[in-house]
């Protein structure tokens, strides 16, 4: 009994399951390669910003799925380092954070950031009109 060793498996993109291309380098087809690499230069510029940041961290703040991190670890493009910083708390709810590079969780992050928008909003709203011809006087002026 031979087996017939000229069977070729056929390869297929991780994500679409779209065939690729036997002697292509990825195992992406071109369109989900591109969004592969914009996901991945999102972690590295989060990462040239704040080195040595979770990959919780990069799921909170960047909306990345905590999988597609791992993903990255077990290719070899990521490298998990231990993080000494692991017992801060957030400046308002006390909340466990698990980076030194933020005083606050993403929650109150949004809050405060939606807070300053209406704050911002209402002084806009405020017409004041500098055309009142309103003028300063002195008091020795009116006391005469």
């Excluded at 991780?14 to 036997?22: F, G, I, Q, T």
């Excluded at 940041?53 to 597609?68: C, D, F, K, N």
Aim: with cysteine; net charge positive; proline share 3%.
């Amino acid at each position: 009994m031979k087996k017939n060793k000229s069977v070729n498996k056929l390869k297929v993109c991780r994500k679409c399951r779209v065939p690729v291309h036997e002697n292509s380098l990825h195992d992406y087809c071109p369109s989900c390669f591109k969004i592969v690499e914009d996901i991945f230069d999102k972690i590295r510029e989060y990462l040239a910003e704040f080195p040595g940041a979770t990959s919780y961290e990069m799921e909170q703040r960047l909306g990345i799925p905590l999988h597609v991190i791992n993903n990255f670890v077990k290719d070899g493009r990521l490298i998990e380092i231990n993080n000494d910083f692991i017992n801060l708390q957030c400046m308002r709810c006390n909340c466990l954070l698990l980076s030194a590079h933020h005083k606050y969780c993403p929650t109150c992050e949004g809050e405060m950031m939606n807070d300053l928008l209406k704050v911002k909003e209402d002084l806009e709203k405020i017409n004041i009109n500098k055309d009142d011809g309103g003028k300063m006087r002195f008091r020795a002026y009116w006391e005469k």
